[in-house]
């Protein structure tokens, strides 16, 4: 059973950069997506980023050119830069393991932009 541990979130002023970590115990398989969701109060968790073992990556509209995604498969470590944070990126950041179409989620880290 893999499970997921966030790290890295915390408060930040807006223009400001903050690095995510999610680390990875279990066996994770080359057909394995790891990404990063996020959910604001009152509002859906929503897709911010993802990558795959081939290091191919995708990222939600919102973010792109400010974020950027990482993955060190030697660590079972995934990673998310966060620059330019903006108030409107306040939430709780969850990291995925997607296997097919079952779903591991870490416990979520907090992240905070003040203006």
């Known amino acids: 059973q893999v499970q997921l541990v966030e790290s890295g979130g915390g408060l930040v002023q807006a223009g400001g950069s903050l690095r995510l970590s999610c680390a990875a115990s279990?066996?994770?398989?080359?057909?394995?997506?790891m990404g990063w969701y996020r959910q604001a109060p009152g509002r859906q968790r929503e897709l911010v980023s993802t990558?795959?073992?081939?290091?191919?990556?995708n990222y939600a509209d919102s973010v792109k050119g400010r974020f950027t995604i990482s993955r060190d498969n030697a660590k079972n470590t995934v990673y998310l830069q966060m620059n330019n944070l903006k108030p409107d990126d306040t939430a709780v950041y969850y990291c995925?393991?997607?296997?097919?179409?079952?779903?591991?989620w870490g416990q979520g880290t907090q992240v905070t932009v003040s203006s």
């Open positions: 995925n393991l997607r296997r097919l179409r079952d779903d591991v």
């Open positions: 279990g066996r994770i398989i080359s057909i394995d997506v």
């Open positions: 990558i795959t073992s081939s290091l191919n990556t």
